[in-house]
């Protein structure tokens, strides 16, 4: 039978078919040769130019091996780079953009059998940063081309020089200020003296018809006036001198509550994470199956503020488990607790009782400035059991 025109139906289909992707398993590596179906995979397998290059691969394996992988590796690399810089992301992802090409090279062909492998490899290299969590493993491009580190050094460089002449100005600054303050004649200081009256039989008045008449008051009177108010102003001085003690403990006294209060703003303002290492914790995720569901942990260490390692309490095992997928533990009253978050963030309390209707507890603060006072109203979730 000929071959089809190249405008007919059959030939138009034919070419449609081989632009897709076609199955792994009818794939040559060696011959680079893709078969749409098991018939041609196996009319391809008993060809002789599949027999000769057969033939020249069993003379020396290892260089082809070689050679598949360095070019898997390099194309995997160069499209991690190009299409995700050094930004963090799923291996999965980029492999899959990876086989989209038709032309890419299969893993199958290389010393590499599976992906986790593959990326292992990557991360002891040094080529890139990897690290497992319960999702998969993640990869992160490290990139060390000259130019890109000339380039971070530069920006290091010039922005030391940009702090450099702040404080050069600053610096200045302070140095203006200071011949300011030198060259400068220093203030005379008031000088208060006692009040002694002349006469004690003279009296104190006040002549309120010197503006209309236009004549000016006696001189006794004038004197007395002057000290008259000489005399009210010392008598307040006095008063206020003679309480200094009581208007420093105010001072204090106010300074505190605007410290205590600033702190308080500080530690009211809620988080969304509240993993505390030393505490006791539920795992509720159903992915690790009925061997670790709804089973108590305690934390060993916290990672990046939301993932903590844990170990199981029963069975010994240790976990690296998302916040999410763990929940606070309740102990019976009397027990020590850990305040996980709120105003009163990481302070050990004794849980005095539970109100099962509004889902809170009552604790009584057991460190910090605060030890000895009894909060009530907070949230189950706002505390754990220490362990």
């Not at 810089?85 to 599976?114: L, P």
Request: aromatic content about 8%; some cysteine.
């Amino acid at each position: 039978m000929g071959k089809a025109d190249f405008l007919s139906p059959k030939a138009i289909s034919n070419r449609i078919k081989a632009k897709g992707l076609q199955k792994l398993r009818w794939y040559c590596q060696m011959c680079q040769k893709q078969c749409r179906d098991e018939n041609g995979f196996k009319c391809h397998c008993m060809s002789e130019s599949h027999q000769r290059q057969l033939l020249l691969a069993s003379e020396n394996p290892n260089q082809f091996m070689d050679y598949f992988s360095e070019e898997f590796k390099g194309d995997f690399l160069e499209l991690l780079r190009r299409r995700f810089g050094t930004k963090r992301v799923h291996n999965n992802i980029v492999y899959n953009e990876y086989i989209s090409d038709r032309e890419h090279i299969h893993m199958n062909s290389t010393q590499w059998e599976t992906l986790t492998d593959f990326t292992k490899w990557l991360g002891k290299e040094g080529f890139c940063k990897v690290d497992e969590t319960p999702k998969g493993w993640y990869i992160q491009y490290i990139d060390r081309d000259p130019e890109t580190i000339r380039r971070q050094e530069e920006q290091e460089k010039k922005k030391k020089q940009d702090l450099d002449d702040e404080e050069r100005s600053a610096k200045f600054i302070e140095d203006q200020v200071r011949r300011g303050l030198t060259g400068k004649e220093p203030e005379e200081a008031p000088v208060f003296t006692e009040l002694k009256r002349e006469n004690e039989e003279e009296r104190v008045a006040f002549n309120l018809a010197t503006c209309s008449s236009g004549a000016g008051p006696s001189k006794p009177s004038t004197v007395l006036g002057l000290s008259a108010l000489k005399a009210g102003a010392s008598s307040k001085r006095k008063e206020i001198s003679s309480h200094p003690e009581s208007k420093e403990k105010k001072k204090k006294s106010a300074l505190d509550e605007i410290i205590e209060m600033e702190e308080q703003k500080k530690q009211s303002v809620r988080t969304d994470y509240w993993l505390q290492p030393d505490i006791v914790v539920k795992i509720v995720t159903k992915r690790l199956g009925e061997k670790y569901h709804k089973k108590k942990a305690v934390i060993k260490e916290v990672r990046d503020k939301y993932t903590a390692v844990v170990r199981v309490i029963s069975s010994g095992d240790k976990l690296k488990l998302d916040q999410s997928h763990l929940e606070t533990v309740i102990p019976a009253p009397g027990k020590r607790v850990l305040i996980l978050n709120g105003q009163y963030r990481q302070t050990e309390a004794m849980l005095d009782g539970i109100d099962e209707k509004n889902f809170c507890a009552t604790l009584t603060l057991d460190s910090g400035r605060m030890k000895g006072k009894t909060v009530a109203g907070i949230a189950y979730e706002d505390f754990s059991k220490l362990a």
